[in-house]
């Protein structure tokens, strides 16, 4: 799980940088992205803990601002997502299975629904949860956990699955989270995934467009599935981007793919027990800015050759590394360069993504903030009620900002106005009523401004001081006044 502290909202932006990689023949020039790594084929050096991880560009700055902000904000193939945002809220407020106010009811309902939970707790399914079209099952704001069995994604479209947890799915065929067949445009975010007794995602029969994001990865075997099986050729289609995840010691599949395209960036794959990717039929893996580091078992990748039914020869599918890390003796174990040039290009699909270089700051980011996350749930605005409220904080900022900058100018002026003082000396000299002297580097410097002069403002507690001196004065006259007027009264009688 994550580290509770809801910490990839922080400071984040949508990087749009130059590539420095070559457009591919008869492709159109690469559009831009960030990827802060070489294309000489070396891949960088981890850094040391000092790189700073808040000078991270780091993906989903807004998404945490208002309830539904999540819409249509993934990065990949699964950008187009947009859950229930055309449609009400629906309230959680039970960790039954089933009935009124449970999440199952709330996922088979047919029209658009953004789901929230007014609990916290672990719901037992009993069955695959099946998610119909349009609906957002948000777990912001609530510590929800699945077991017993997963959700089923089928023949479904525009779901968004965020801040959840699933473990200890029992069964045959039980995954975490199913998708299939022919879903699309899907967004699974910041979920913790474990202990499943088949896989933890699996993505086939023509189920595509999909994202997965910020997940946490733990304790299991067979993780992630990407097609089907060599008969399932229209798996062709399948196109799933993973970035940003922590696979912390699951065994393998981390994904294996058949036939799809995926793309695999800003990833933290760490101490697999068989391999980190597997590229089987047909398959194209993109694999950017990732980090690989292996425990006992060294090899990253692994090519298994298998043969799709409508075709007479076996193939394989190819991987494409660019500025992936390899760490403590991890074998990347690639294809010859011109397999790999053969490989998509992400860029044909989508504009931007954002991804660093693959450094000791973004694997800590990683271990922190994947998963569930202990963050609130933030008001439902509206569109337009979200605009003001953005555009009310950042008039506050630009307020502040100002502020502050006058703040300085009124400083600076009123030091040049002290420093004029310090070298002030009145006409009138030592006649004068003086305020006293004032240490200049170890000088006695006499101050003498008469009392009417208005520098004295910049001297409240020497002014307070002399009118408590003239009013002790004047008492003092009023006294001896008394007195004398006692005296001559005396004298009279």
Known sequence: MGNHNGCFSRRHHKNRHGSNSSPRPGKSEVPPYKSGTSDHGFPPQITDSSSSMSSLSLPYARVDSSLRALAGQAEGFGRLAIGGLQGPLYHVTTLADDGPGSLREGCRKKEPLW?????SGTIGLSS???????????????????TGKGLRLKECEHVIICNLEFEGGRGPDVDGIQIKPKSKHIWIDRCSLSDYDDGLIDITR????????????????????????????????IRVTIHHCFFDGTRQRHPRVRFGKVHLYNNYTRNWGIYAVCASVESQIYSQCNIYE???????????????????????????????????????????????????????????????????ALKKVLQQCTGWQSVPRPADYTKEEAEAEEERKKKKKEEGKKKKEADGGRAEADGGRAAT?????????????RLGDRQNGGASLSLCFPLSSPLLSLFPYREKGEKRKREEREKMGEKEEEEKQTVTAEEED
Request: aromatic share 8%; glycine share 8%.
């Open 115 to 119: 789901i929230v939970f007014e609990v």
């Open 128 to 146: 695959y949860l099946n998610v119909s079209s349009y609906k957002t099952i948000d777990g912001r704001g609530q510590r929800m956990k699945l």
């Open 206 to 237: 023509e189920s595509t467009d999909i994202t997965i994001s910020r997940c946490h990865f733990s304790k299991h075997d067979k993780t992630m599935l990407i097609g089907a099986d060599p008969s399932h050729t229209g798996d062709r289609c």
């Open 294 to 360: 292996a425990g006992q078992k060294k090899v990253a990748f692994k090519y298994l050759t298998e043969k799709a039914t409508d075709k007479e020869e076996a193939s394989t599918g190819c991987i494409k590394s660019e500025g992936d890390v390899f760490l403590y003796g991890t074998q990347g174990s690639l294809l010859t360069t011109a397999t790999a040039d053969n490989i998509f290009h992400p860029s044909e699909y989508y504009p931007t993504w954002t991804v660093e270089a693959p450094t000791d």
């Open 421 to 433: 003082i310090g070298r002030a000396i009145c006409d009138d000299g030592p006649s004068c009523d």
